[in-house]
């Protein structure tokens, strides 16, 4: 449908524009533009088969310029003032301009513009409908028109006329012609010989485009074949015809001037993987899928290259043959790699199993072995606790720890656990120094909901969580003497109740205590129990501070940098003889946790291979010393002062001296106050 509005009902040329279209005066009359002259449509009938030939003959890069010349003869001789080719991206409402002429003077067009958005009307008629517009003066614009009559006068637009031109069933490209000097009549008959005159142009155009767009992407095919080193074929199921691209041709030592059968192609193909290349063309004929597959070709000194092809079926329409279409590629290299990989895997897997074997042996002899039996030391004194720990594990005896703090009390009560009968389940830990007075019953024993302000819900105790297994209750010392009764009860009985309960429980549960305390003194000053005492010193182990088993540092270091190493993801292969001199010279006070410290920050701070304690801040070796030099807390003393003057008088926390010391906080400040240390920060 062609929508033409114009406001000229003397012209022969009458608008049949819709409801709204004109404007009624006061008196009724309708509103009317004034015409300054009439166009001629017959000199461009005269014009067109010109204009086509033009059209025709023009190359790819002339043409262009070319359809900008034959605008620019057709304006001219209509006597118009602004003409454009403008292409249509219908899917963001926007139109650019592809190809325009202006006259002298004329305000030039945006080249691209959102057309929905500034003359929705026009966008509406034009790219939706599809109709064609003849527009002379803003009065001929309907009501809601309003952002379009904006636009005419923004663009100085006396008279336009805007032809729509389709592609597949869409609107493709308008052409649009305006007079913007002064009005002019359009004829009926200028509308389908402009029209015309669009549909060249943009056929032309379209041609141009498609066929570069075929060109380029034909020559990025064979480019990408070519790098690729990718041969193209067809193989006719019918005839057995096979046709390919010399790189494909390469790959089967044929000649381009050969015609190719697939006898020839399989007499090329090494005889066992014969089987394989039918059953996949058969594959591909019956299923309709794409097939792939891998095999080997004789080469003509006897040796085997590898390609792989993929292909996937078609039907000739034009002669109903069936045709199966596809790429094949030389991936000899590959299959080398993947064999080579493969004798390296190889070779790497028995390697590690043999290092994996030195290395079970390597830490079996340096007491590395991170099993049950695990050495904890090599030190005569060391092998003297082993010994003890190997005859009371199998009992269910009660066992009591000593030892200083950092000694590795709790790993003595790992290995008599582990040793024993009850191994199969976890042992359970508590730490008497560190739960508050008022908590520590209802943590060992329990406590009924209610049992206390708070308890609002049933507790299961310590003792309950260790039945059947191992009771570890480490500084033992610290247990308030009230609780100390009931712990008592549990020892002589084997039954306690939960707070707020009073049933008897059964409790099978093995103690192991540990204190770093002298607790044949805490009973003498009343701190504790005499009879528990007694219950607890049944086989009594000492644990011996680290400055006693020199001969244990250099396993514990090792043990901690392979700790360590497999935390930080590091390798650690070397440690410098002086400064593993200067491990086994120092006086450890804070024992194996200091050490254990120690490590760990060279290891934060090493960056190679070779374990870095440069950094390392040691008081020299006291050792050394004459005995008679300084008494031991004198040592202690001097150590300690060392340490805080290092920390700015810093105790608790990262970098602390209680850190740095292997200590407790609360061991620390005891020593301190036994010292008579006093805490100066800078």
Not at 208 to 229: G, P, V
Not at 656 to 671: D, F
């Amino acid at each position: 449908m062609t929508l033409f509005t114009h406001d000229q009902g003397s012209s022969p040329v009458r608008d049949s524009e819709p409801a709204g279209g004109r404007r009624a005066s006061a008196r009724g009359e309708v509103a009317r533009t004034p015409v300054d002259r009439v166009v001629a449509d017959g000199p461009i009938e005269r014009l067109l088969p010109s204009i086509s030939a033009r059209i025709l003959k023009a190359s790819h890069e002339e043409l262009d310029a070319v359809v900008r010349d034959c605008l620019r003869q057709v304006l001219e001789t209509l006597q118009l003032d602004r003409g454009a080719l403008v292409k249509v991206q219908q899917e963001c409402s926007r139109v650019m301009v592809s190809h325009a002429w202006y006259s002298p003077g004329a305000e030039l067009l945006l080249e691209r513009v959102n057309l929905a958005e500034q003359t929705p009307w026009t966008y509406e008629q034009l790219v939706l409908q599809g109709r064609t517009l003849i527009k002379t003066g803003v009065d001929s614009m309907p009501p809601e028109a309003t952002l379009d009559r904006a636009a005419f006068v923004r663009l100085g637009i006396k008279t336009a006329l805007a032809i729509p031109l389709s592609l597949d069933g869409r609107v493709h490209h308008i052409l649009v012609v305006h007079a913007t000097r002064k009005p002019v009549l359009l004829p009926l008959p200028l509308v389908p010989q402009l029209h015309l005159l669009g549909e060249i142009f943009i056929s032309a155009i379209e041609r141009r485009d498609m066929l570069k767009a075929h060109a380029i992407h034909q020559e990025r095919l064979d480019m990408a074949a070519a790098s690729a080193s990718v041969g193209l074929w067809e193989l006719d199921l019918e005839t057995g015809v096979f046709w390919a691209t010399p790189i494909a041709l390469a790959h089967y030592q044929f000649s381009e001037e050969q015609t190719v059968t697939l006898d020839d192609v399989l007499a090329h193909i090494n005889p066992e993987d014969h089987d394989l290349i039918t059953e996949n063309i058969e594959r591909a004929r019956s299923l309709g899928v794409e097939v792939q597959v891998e095999y080997r070709i004789r080469n003509t000194d006897g040796r085997d290259r590898w390609l792989v092809s993929r292909g996937r079926i078609r039907q000739d329409r034009d002669t109903t043959r069936t045709i199966l279409a596809g790429v094949t590629s030389d991936i000899t290299a590959r299959k080398e790699m993947e064999h080579r990989l493969r004798q390296q895997v190889r070779e790497i897997s028995s390697l590690r199993e043999q290092l994996e074997q030195e290395n079970i042996v390597l830490r079996a002899e340096a007491g590395l072995d991170e099993g049950p039996n695990r050495a904890l030391g090599l030190s005569p004194a060391m092998q003297r606790v082993q010994a003890l720990i190997e005859q009371v594990a199998p009992t269910d005896s009660t066992v009591l720890i000593l030892g200083e703090t950092g000694t590795g009390k709790e790993l003595v009560a790992q290995a008599i656990h582990q040793r024993s009968q009850r191994c199969k389940r976890m042992m359970v830990t508590v730490n008497c120094g560190s739960l508050p007075t008022a908590l520590i019953e209802s943590e060992l024993f329990g406590r009924e909901k209610g049992a206390y302000t708070g308890a609002l819900s049933r507790q299961a105790g310590r003792f309950e969580l260790a039945h059947g297994s191992t009771l570890f209750l480490d500084e033992i010392a610290e247990m308030p003497i009230e609780t100390q009764a009931k712990l008592l009860r549990v020892l002589q009985d084997g039954t306690y109740e939960r707070l707020g309960s009073p049933v008897n429980l059964k409790a099978d549960v093995r103690i192991i205590a540990a204190t770093n305390r002298n607790l044949a003194e805490e009973v003498e000053q009343g701190r504790f129990r005499r009879d528990l005492f007694y219950r607890l010193n049944v086989f009594p182990i000492v644990v011996p501070p680290l400055r006693e088993r020199v001969e244990d540092i250099s396993m514990l270091t090792w043990r901690f940098v392979s700790e360590f190493g497999q935390r930080m993801g590091r390798k650690i292969s070397r440690i410098a003889r002086s400064d593993m001199e200067r491990l086994e010279t120092y006086d450890w006070p804070g024992n194996v946790r200091e050490l254990r410290n120690v490590i760990e920050r060279a290891m934060i701070t090493t960056t190679g291979t070779v374990l870095d304690l440069s950094q390392l801040t040691l008081p020299a070796s006291v050792r050394s010393q004459p005995p008679t030099a300084m008494t031991l807390e004198e040592i202690e003393r001097t150590h300690i002062r060392a340490t805080l003057k290092a920390t700015r008088g810093k105790i608790k926390g990262r970098g602390g001296a209680a850190e740095l010391l292997g200590l407790n906080p609360s061991t620390l400040y005891s020593r301190l106050r036994k010292l008579a240390i006093r805490i100066e920060a800078d």
